[in-house]
């Protein structure tokens, strides 16, 4: 029963793993090419997914744990608040950026009905952690409710990758721009 149980996993794996790189060369991809990609039938895939939508939703998930893998590699709990909330947006953007075609096409759909907070919470928890230290520090202002600072983070984020995408900023200018705009708002001292 636990071989079973391992193989489910490896195929669940290696499903997501398929659904990533496919659906990021074509968003369009059918469910029967992610099954070929993964070396599965696309029964199997619907076993363990079943919908296109939960498929999905299931990568947009992937996605997010690898960037709050990022994150938590990027030491969110040491140094200055100001230090740590750029080192674990530059980990997040990293992260993210090996992604943007799946990200654009169905990271806005997946999250709308909901505004994304939920998809969002494990990077807000991380980014809340943050600016709590920072405003018992004394490092950022301590007015602005911390929710509300993190919502606002999390869209400049949104907007940056988005004028990058646009080509209105390179990605450099967008990530400067980020950077400034976070320091700003949290009022870093």
């Known amino acids: 029963m636990a071989k079973l149980r391992a193989d489910a996993q490896r195929s669940r794996a290696a499903i997501l793993d398929a659904a ?11 469910v029967e090419g992610i099954a070929t990609a993964a070396g599965v039938t696309r029964q199997t895939v619907y076993a363990h997914f079943p919908s ?30 100001a230090d740590a909330i750029l ?23 997946a999250s709308s009905a909901d505004d994304g907070r939920e998809q969002h919470e494990p990077v807000a928890e991380r980014l809340r952690r943050i600016v709590e230290r920072g405003q018992l520090a004394g490092e950022f202002d301590r007015q602005p409710p911390v929710d509300w600072l993190v919502t606002v983070i999390i869209q400049l984020g949104h907007a940056a990758a988005g004028e990058a995408e646009a080509g209105r900023l390179s990605p450099d200018e967008a990530e400067k721009e980020l950077s400034a705009t976070v320091l700003r708002v949290l009022g870093a001292s």
Do not use: I, N, Q, W
């Open 87 to 109: 080192r674990v947006l530059d980990a997040a953007r990293r992260a993210s950026s090996r992604y943007p075609k799946l990200l654009h096409r169905f990271g806005s759909t």
């Open 20 to 30: 990533l790189s496919v659906l990021e060369a074509d968003p369009d991809a059918s």
């Open 52 to 81: 296109r939508e939960r498929l999905l939703a299931a990568v947009l998930d992937r996605l997010t744990e690898e960037a709050v893998d990022a994150m938590d590699a990027a030491g969110p709990d040491t140094g200055p608040a």
